[in-house]
């Protein structure tokens, strides 16, 4: 079955970084395009950013625009998305997610998510 897993959330201050790991397997990951979607507390889903299946077409929320940036290594069947000057607003629940930002919600295999909280 398709398992996605992603790592790397915590508390974080305002202004600070953190990089978010998705471990994929049970699908040809390099044959799908990616997403990260968030869900802040309280509030629905929301999309943050996509990139290709090869990783060249790479595109952002305009929340994120700027300070983040997805990337895949598809030898390892891992997507990435790192985030610097983290805002308050920013806090939420991780996940990674098949498809881009137009078709991510056609996909429910998604993993458990990573908390992301940050501090003022």
């Known amino acids: 079955q398709v398992q996605l897993v992603e790592s790397g959330g915590g508390l974080v201050q305002s202004g600070g970084s953190r990089r978010l790991s998705c471990v994929a397997s049970?699908?040809?990951?390099?044959?799908?395009?990616m997403s990260w979607v968030r869900q802040p507390p309280g509030k629905g889903q929301e999309w943050v950013s996509s990139?290709?299946?090869?990783?060249?077409?790479?595109t952002y929320a305009d929340s994120v625009k700027g300070r983040f940036t997805i990337s895949r290594d598809n030898a390892k069947y891992i997507l990435y998305l790192e985030m610097i000057n983290l805002k308050a607003e920013d806090t939420a629940v991780y996940y990674c997610?098949?498809?881009?930002?137009?078709?991510?919600?056609?996909?429910?295999?998604w993993g458990p998510g990573t908390q992301v909280t940050v501090s003022s």
């Open positions: 997610v098949r498809g881009d930002e137009s078709t991510w919600r056609d996909f429910d295999d």
């Open positions: 049970g699908f040809t990951f390099s044959m799908s395009a």
């Open positions: 990139i290709s299946y090869g990783g060249i077409t790479t």
